[in-house]
């Protein structure tokens, strides 16, 4: 099993700045072919929905949705599994629950697991 935990959201006004953290825990499994294909953040849109907000895979590339490039930026710490999303210039349409991501690859399949999720209010 992974646990996420996440930390760091709240309430700002718009223009403010916030940095969510997330750690996972130590990842044990019996199968030795297994590693961490990407963590990223996505943000709870509907009750069934989440979309994507950033994403850092194992070699470092990133990937952004569109409304938040230029003021978020995703890192990662590969030796703490930890990922991060700094967010300036935070907009009220920013305002949501943040959900980390991590997708596990045991041999060929890939595994998602969440963490509990963080709210993001931003204030006009």
């Known amino acids: 099993q992974v646990q996420l935990v996440e930390s760091g959201g709240g309430l700002v006004q718009a223009g403010g700045s916030l940095r969510l953290s997330c750690a996972a825990s130590?990842?044990?499994?019996?199968?030795?072919?297994?590693?961490?294909?990407?963590m990223g953040w996505y943000r709870q849109v509907s009750l069934t929905q989440r979309d994507l907000v950033a994403v850092?895979?194992?070699?470092?590339?990133?990937n952004y949705t569109d409304s938040v490039k230029g003021r978020f930026t995703i890192s990662r710490d590969n030796a703490k599994n930890t990922v991060y999303l700094q967010m300036n210039s935070l907009k009220p349409e920013d305002t949501g629950v943040y959900y980390c991501?991590?997708?596990?690859?045991?041999?060929?399949?890939?595994?998602?697991?969440w963490g509990q999720g963080t709210q993001v209010t931003v204030s006009s």
């Open positions: 850092v895979d194992s070699g470092g590339s990133v």
């Open positions: 130590e990842i044990m499994l019996s199968e030795a072919d297994f590693s961490i294909n990407a």
């Open positions: 991501n991590l997708r596990l690859r045991i041999l060929y399949h890939f595994y998602d697991y």
